[in-house]
Each structure stands twice: as C-alpha cells, then as structure tokens.
C-alpha cells in the first residue's frame, strides 16, 4: 500500500472524546461512530478503569529498564511468541518502505510483556530491573484488559448484535478461556533525532550511536520514528506522556494528520486521555465499518536534537487463539457488506487471503511479515 511522505505539518486532526466513566447506549453509539469514522478515539473515565498514579508508574519502571545495561537487555531477547526485548531495526512495520532497515525506533527500544498467572507472575523472563515491578506490571495489564471488554461490550451494544447471537458478548467472550487471548503490553522508548552526520556525537547519544549512526535529519526517509502500519488485533490502547508528540494517521484524503496528546478539552485532567485505535482483526469482523486506519509516528518539525526520550505503552488486545475471524452478527456490518459488496480484509499488509483463518493465523502471518521470521527460523540474542 503507497502512502505519503510528506505532511509532517499539517493541521492536528479532531478525533471525539468520550467519557466511559458512566456508559450508556449513547455511549455505545458515539464509541461506535467514532470507529468507523477515523479508526480512533479518545476515551476517558476520570480515574473509574485506569489510575493515574499507577500509568506514572508504569512509565518510571519502562525507563528504568531501558536505562539498564545492554548485556540486561540481551539477556531477555525476542522470542517467536512477541515476548521480550526488541533491539535496533528488528522490526519492520512498513515493508514496502523499511526491507532493509527496519524502524528507526528500534534503537534498543521495546519490552513485550505477554500474559500473566493468577499469581501476578509473567508467563516469560524479565530482566532484573522489572523484577521489584512485576506484580504492577500485572495489575496494570489487568486493569488494561478490563478496560478493553468494557469497549468491545459497548461496541457490541452500539453494532446492534442480536440477543440470541451473544448480544453485549459477542466480543468479550472471544477474549476469553479456555483458548486464552494473546493480549500483550509493550512499553517503548523512542530517541530524539540523531546528530547530522558530520556533527560530533553529543554525550546524551553515546549509548545509543553504537546501535543507530548518525544520519542527516532533512531527508523524509530519517523524519519517521515507525513505518506506516496498522494494528494486528482488536484494539490498542496507547499512553502517551505530555508534550510528546509524533502520531499521525492517514486521512481519507491520503494525507498524514498528527494526532494530539492532550485534546483541549483533556487539559484539566490528571493524565492525558486514553488513545484507542481499531485494528485489523475487529476491521475484519465487521466488514470494514470500523477502520484499522494506518498511522505513523514521526519526528516533530520542531523536535530539538537534545529532546527528551519519548516514552509510549501500548497495549494491544487479541482475541482467543482460535477465534475464527467470520463477520459479526449486525444488521449493521451486512449492510455495510452489501454496500461494498464483499467483506473487507485489513487495512494494511496482513495478507489474509480471502478464507476465514484464526486469530492466532493471523497473528503469526503479521509477526513474520513485521520481524522477518521463518516458518522455522529459531530467534537468536540480538
């Protein structure tokens, strides 16, 4: 899929805000409308599903890792289930554009966590700087996941899904037992711009110029942080800090809209809104009337060279394994199939192929695509 590459200075879109805090049919509908306009949305709930103080800290604990030694790092790596370290240029979101080099980003730069036990333990080594963390880290991701079936329920409310299909459960359920989900949460630092390249290294990129040479800013291929892409499951929820910026999604004009951090109208509150974006498996489901919209993130125009690190978490909600990716139940989505004519395949390089496949089918298909593995390749230490 071509997009642009330019816009990096074009006018901030205007995505809703809606409150979850008390949720009625309203609600659903707004949530739902909102979706299949832009693919984004914020939410907030005044602190009822995810405490501020426990989001800061979740950020205080990413930093510390990566702020760790790279022989700690190394010693968590990759594996072919998405859990662990990701280091410089592993991952390619855009393939078209990124075949060679992989993401800018990957500096030594993202943690997945996957699931967690009843007992607050991860299902995978942590390294040392997460070990005092973890039963945070647990309490995070549950507090994640239940924000997020609080959001496929009122989508469901919203698409209209008959009683006798599952009704307000015809999501949640499919993120259930006993096929667990493979909902994960990764936190993720980005660097600032490197230094052009016949400057001399500045002492906050030390660490990092091992791993990311330095490279001349003005050209378009260094403004971009991660490739164009869209989600692989149902949803993701972001958390960004303030005054870091860099998210752009692809209008339907074709041109790239920066995303704010904070709406005006979310300045007051205690923490920046929730940014939720669909993703390719809930496009699926429904036909293509909620968009996985592609997005990108970006250097600012205005970013300094000795800006600060830029610190995200992203958690990405799948459904169980062997949910069979078959159109929803609504009036809605078979209109909007009739509409169109054909169910509507993801919006960027999932390559699904036109049968119903599974979620977990479909996950491994875009792990592959984005990290390069084979169908037998064993994952190595960076």
């Known amino acids: 899929m071509a997009v642009p ?19 009625d049919p309203k609600t659903a509908d707004e949530l739902v409308s909102a979706a299949a306009t832009y693919g984004f949305v914020f939410i907030k709930s005044n602190g009822t599903d995810m405490i501020p103080k426990g989001v800061d800290k979740t950020f205080e604990l990413a930093r510390g890792f990566f702020h760790s030694s790279l022989e700690e790092k190394r010693s968590v790596p990759m594996q072919l289930d998405n859990k662990g370290w990701t280091s410089m240029n592993e991952e390619v979101l855009d393939p078209a554009t990124q075949k060679k080099k992989g993401d800018p980003k ?5 943690f997945n966590f996957g699931e967690f036990d009843s007992n607050g333990k991860a299902s995978q080594p942590i390294p040392p700087s997460f070990e005092a963390g973890e039963a945070h880290f647990a309490e995070f991701s549950a507090q994640c996941r239940s924000l997020c079936l609080k959001i496929l329920r009122l989508f469901a409310q919203g698409l209209k899904i008959d009683p006798t299909e599952g009704g307000a459960e015809w999501f949640s359920c499919k993120n259930s037992l006993p096929s667990p989900p493979r909902s994960l949460s990764r936190t993720i630092r980005q660097y600032p711009p490197p230094p052009p390249r016949e400057a001399p290294p500045l002492p ?60 005006p109208s979310t300045l007051p509150d205690p923490m920046p809104p929730i940014l939720v974006n669909i993703g390719d498996l809930l496009s699926y489901w429904t036909g293509g009337l909620l968009k996985s919209t592609v997005h990108r993130v970006v ?12 610190y995200s978490i992203a958690y990405f909600c799948h459904p169980a394994r062997q949910t069979r990716l078959v159109a ?3 009036e809605m989505v078979r209109e909007r199939v009739r509409e169109t004519g054909e169910v509507k395949h993801v919006a960027f390089g999932a390559g699904m192929g036109g049968r119903p ?10 792990l592959a695509a984005t990290y390069g593995w084979g169908k037998k390749e064993e994952r190595m230490v960076a």
Request: glycine share 6%; proline share 12%; with cysteine.
């Open 299 to 310: 250097f600012p125009a205005d970013e300094s060279r000795d800006a600060e690190e830029r």
């Open 5 to 23: 590459d330019d816009g990096l200075d074009n006018a901030q879109v205007q995505l809703p805000v809606i409150d979850l805090s008390n949720p």
């Open 328 to 330: 929803v139940p609504s």
């Open 106 to 110: 990957e500096c030594d730069n993202s």
């Open 357 to 366: 496949v599974t979620a977990e089918e479909h996950l491994q298909g875009r």
């Open 204 to 263: 906050s990129y030390t660490y990092s110029q091992s791993q990311y040479p330095p490279t001349p800013r003005s050209t378009a291929e260094h403004s971009i942080r991660a490739g164009a892409h869209s989600d692989y499951g149902s949803m993701t929820l972001l958390f960004r800090l303030p005054s870091q910026p860099g998210l752009e999604i692809l209008t339907p004009e074709g041109t790239w809209a920066p995303v704010p951090v904070s709406p």
